[in-house]
C-alpha cells in the first residue's frame, strides 16, 4: 500500500443509482459501522431495492424515472430548507426539506 487514500465521489446515475466510490464508511441507522472491502456501492433511489440501501437494479423493472441532471439537482440544492436531525448517536446531520421554489 501506498498510503494514497481516493477522494469519495458520489454519482447520480439518471434513472438509476447513486454510486458512491473512493473512501467511504457506511453506517446503520444506529450508527454501527458496516464493514465492507469495496470501494464502490450503489445505493438505492428509486425505493424498491430488497436490499435496501444498496441497489438491487429493481429501478429497471419500476421504471424508475430521474434524469438526475445537474441542473436539477442544483435546484434542490439552492432551493431546499436544511433541517437537522439527531442521530442515536448524538451526531446532528443535515437533511433538506423542499421549500417552495
Same mark, same amino acid.
Given at each position: 500500500? +501506498?498510503g $494514497?487514500?481516493?477522494? !469519495?465521489?458520489?454519482? =447520480?446515475?439518471?434513472?438509476?443509482p447513486l /454510486?458512491?466510490? %473512493? *473512501?467511504?464508511?457506511?453506517?446503520?441507522?444506529?450508527?454501527r #459501522?458496516?464493514? !465492507?472491502d469495496? +470501494? #464502490?456501492i @450503489?445505493?438505492?433511489r428509486?425505493g424498491r431495492?430488497r /436490499?435496501k440501501? /444498496?441497489?438491487? %437494479?429493481? &429501478?429497471k *423493472?419500476?421504471?424508475? =424515472?430521474?434524469? @438526475?441532471?445537474?441542473d436539477e =439537482?442544483s &435546484? =434542490?440544492l439552492?432551493?431546499?430548507?436544511?433541517? @437537522?436531525?439527531g442521530?442515536?448517536?448524538g451526531?446532528?446531520?443535515?437533511? /433538506?426539506? $423542499?421549500?417552495?421554489a
Amino acid at each position: 500500500m +501506498n498510503g $494514497h487514500v481516493d477522494p !469519495t465521489s458520489i454519482t =447520480v446515475y439518471p434513472d438509476g443509482p447513486l /454510486l458512491v466510490r %473512493g *473512501s467511504f464508511e457506511l453506517r446503520s441507522a444506529d450508527g454501527r #459501522v458496516i464493514d !465492507t472491502d469495496r +470501494n #464502490v456501492i @450503489a445505493l438505492c433511489r428509486c425505493g424498491r431495492s430488497r /436490499l435496501k440501501p /444498496l441497489c438491487d %437494479g429493481s &429501478h429497471k *423493472s419500476a421504471r424508475f =424515472v430521474d434524469s @438526475a441532471s445537474a441542473d436539477e =439537482v442544483s &435546484h =434542490v440544492l439552492q432551493f431546499a430548507q436544511p433541517t @437537522a436531525r439527531g442521530m442515536s448517536d448524538g451526531d446532528e446531520t443535515e437533511g /433538506l426539506s $423542499h421549500g417552495e421554489a
